[in-house]
Every structure is written in C-alpha cells, then in structure tokens.
C-alpha cells in the first residue's frame, strides 16, 4: 500500500460544477500537508496548505482529518483553467532536521466547456 | 521569490554516458532534494540533502548518485546512463521542516537515453 494515496481519475466535469479530491496517507507520523497543482509538463507549484482547522482561498478549500488520516481539496464553480493534475503532498519528520515529502499520484482533472 | 534552477531542460544522451544534472537554489535553503516523474508512477525521491555534504537516499537510489559540494548547489549524477533513468527529473529545496515553510521545484529535466 503506498504511503499516500490517491485517486487518479480523470475527473471530467463542465464548467461552473463543484469537484472534491480526497487523499489518505498511513503514517501517523505526518505533520504538515499540502496541494500542489501541476500542469502538464511543468514542475509543481503550490497550491495551499493544509491545515487541521480547514482552509479556504477563494474557490479552493482545504480539509485536514488526522483521526482518518486523509486530506481533502474541494474546487467550486471550476474553471476551464482549473484543468490540471492535483498533487497530495505529506510532510513526515524524520530525526533531528530532517524529513521526507511524499507525494501522492495526483489527480487529474478536466474542466469541459 | 525563491528560484530552484536546474540548468538542463532537455537532454538526450546514449546508453552508458554520464549525465550530470545540476540544481542551483538562491534562497539559502538548507534542504534539497531529487525526483523523478514518470506516468503512473508519481514522484519519486532518488535523494535529498539537508546540508553541504550530507546526503540520504530515497526511495530510488540505485543507479544514482549525488554531489552537494556546496549549500546552494546539488548535483545528480547518472554515473552509467540506461534507457529505464529516461524521465523528467525535478530538484526541490525547502528551508527547514515545519509548518508554513513552503517547497519549491524546478522547472525539470527531461532525460531521453536513447
């Protein structure tokens, strides 16, 4: 079982609807969480954090459930810009300074006319 | 803004050849790493680096190695190149672990060994 999971779709959806992306990791371990956005044949870039008590940034929230171990990324009123591949991405310390990032498969997503 | 700069973006290189890849970070970042990307696979950690001469293996080492010789530089190196190493390999860097500190990639190489 890989140690970040996640869907990878495709997710075809029109214009204007609301998508959700849900991400499990196993290690309890983790500590911070993040989805990043990656376009096709780009590197990933940052799309927000993650954090226990939920985030929003305009059409995008965040959801963070320790107690179930999975993170989630809601998308409303998408964009035909929206159309992209969401990377899950965990933070898990190791000792002293350092850690991993594991990532997740990545969702794709694409937004239709 | 921090700039994660890999310095080749496309490579095609023969079977057997060394290949160098080179990632250059101008943020002081303490913590650098290398991924590879292929379809259905996802990222994967080759190595990673959390100071000037220090280095971990990830996931994936083998068929790898790394040089860190300086803080804001780290280098991959393919020591004997087969064609399963051809990918896009991305470099990464993060100042400390912890919240609220962000990671920052590259643009990516796309190796071709043909």
């Known amino acids: 079982r890989k140690e970040v999971e996640q869907d990878p779709g495709p997710f075809n959806v029109p214009e204007g609807a609301t998508v959700a992306f849900n991400c499990t990791y196993s290690?309890?371990?983790?500590?911070?969480f993040f989805w990043y956005r990656q376009d096709c044949r780009k590197e990933p870039k940052l799309l927000m954090s993650?954090?226990?008590s939920g985030n929003e940034d305009g059409r995008f929230t965040a959801q963070l459930n320790r107690a179930s171990q999975y993170i989630s990324l809601l998308i409303r009123d998408s964009k035909l810009s929206d159309s992209a591949t969401y990377l899950c991405?965990?933070?898990?310390?190791?000792?002293?300074?350092?850690?991993?990032?594991?990532f997740g498969q990545g969702t794709t997503l694409q937004v239709k006319p | 803004d921090v700039k994660v700069t890999q310095s080749s973006r496309y490579l095609v290189k023969r079977t057997g050849e060394k290949v160098f890849l080179e990632c250059v970070q101008d943020?002081?970042?303490?913590?650098m790493f290398w991924y590879r990307q292929d379809p259905g696979l996802g990222l994967r950690l080759i190595y990673f680096s959390y100071d000037v001469k220090m280095k971990e293996k990830g996931d994936i080492p083998e068929g790898y190695s790394v040089s860190r010789e300086k803080k804001e530089r780290f280098s991959l190196i393919l020591e004997s190149a087969s064609t399963n190493q051809t990918s896009m390999y991305l470099c990464?860097?993060?100042?400390?672990w912890g919240d609220g500190n962000t990671i920052y990639f590259g643009e990516g190489s796309w190796l071709t060994v043909v």
């Open positions: 991405v965990v933070n898990r310390k190791g000792s002293s300074n350092t850690g991993k990032l594991i």
């Open positions: 290690n309890s371990a983790s500590q911070s």
């Open positions: 943020m002081d970042h303490e913590n």
């Open positions: 993650v954090y226990s």
């Open positions: 990464a860097s993060i100042k400390r």
